[in-house]
């Protein structure tokens, strides 16, 4: 069974500070992954996916993620973050189905 | 073009009563996804809309949970009765293509049970 799993439940910065958020999945076949945000009392929105091609993934708002197969991993990343990106994170995979398998979730916490 | 909308944003009821969460995908996406997230869990899902056909509904917790989608136009999702346990955010999401890409997300609607 395919699973997900984020290794840090909180992790505070500082403005201006790179951040990486670490994702971890298992399946034994080809995967989709995402990363979504969740912005205090609003619902989910797609930061970026990785369907297939480059395994560097640029999404909205300057994260990247780059997709490592034989580490199996998503990492989640920002050169310098905002104020405003405080928000909680979550990876996500899909086996081709149409069921996303989500991690626990992330709370980045940036402070001035 | 409208997202996805969800309501109530929140709702608060006594354990045995029925609850009756909405979703309204947006227009002419034909698949239609709960899920849930329990207090300090993974966000999980239920279950899985083409038009008003289930597709899949895997995770539904147990026959307390009743998800309709008459005419494949909005979906409710009904619990009853509601016990302690189902407290937790439960989210819809649609999408025009099927494949676990290409989901919109709803805001959620916040489920106490007391």
């Known amino acids: 069974a395919q699973s997900v799993t984020q290794l840090d439940s909180q992790v505070p910065v500082f403005e201006e500070a790179p951040v990486e958020l670490r994702c971890n999945y298992s399946?034994?076949?080809?995967?989709?992954l995402f990363w979504y945000v969740q912005y205090p009392n609003q619902g989910l929105q797609l930061l970026l996916k990785?369907?297939?091609?480059?395994?560097l993934v640029k999404g909205i708002n300057g994260f990247e993620a780059e997709f490592n197969k034989s580490q199996t991993s998503f990492h989640l990343r920002k050169p310098s973050v905002h104020i405003s990106d405080t928000a909680e994170y979550f990876c996500?995979?899909?086996?081709?189905?149409?069921?996303?398998?989500f991690g626990k979730g992330t709370t980045l916490s940036v402070s001035s | 073009e409208a997202g996805v909308t969800q309501f109530p944003s929140h709702s608060v009821i006594e354990k045995g009563q029925t609850v009756t969460l909405r979703c309204d995908p947006i227009?002419?996406?034909?698949?239609l996804y709960w899920y849930r997230r329990v207090m300090g869990k993974e966000i999980k899902f239920l279950l899985h809309?083409?038009?008003?056909?289930?597709?899949?509904e895997s995770g539904m917790p147990n026959n307390r949970f009743l998800a309709e989608r008459t005419g494949g136009t909005y979906s409710t999702l009904k619990v009853q009765p509601a016990e302690l346990e189902d407290s937790g955010v439960y989210f819809c999401?649609?999408?025009?293509?099927?494949?676990?890409?290409?989901?919109?997300f709803g805001s959620g609607t916040r489920l106490t049970v007391v």
């Open positions: 809309f083409v038009k008003e056909s289930k597709q899949d």
């Open positions: 990785y369907l297939s091609g480059s395994t």
């Open positions: 999401a649609s999408s025009q293509v099927t494949g676990g890409y290409g989901y919109t």
């Open positions: 227009s002419g996406h034909d698949n």
């Open positions: 996500a995979v899909s086996v081709g189905g149409t069921a996303l398998i």
């Open positions: 399946s034994s076949v080809s995967v989709y």
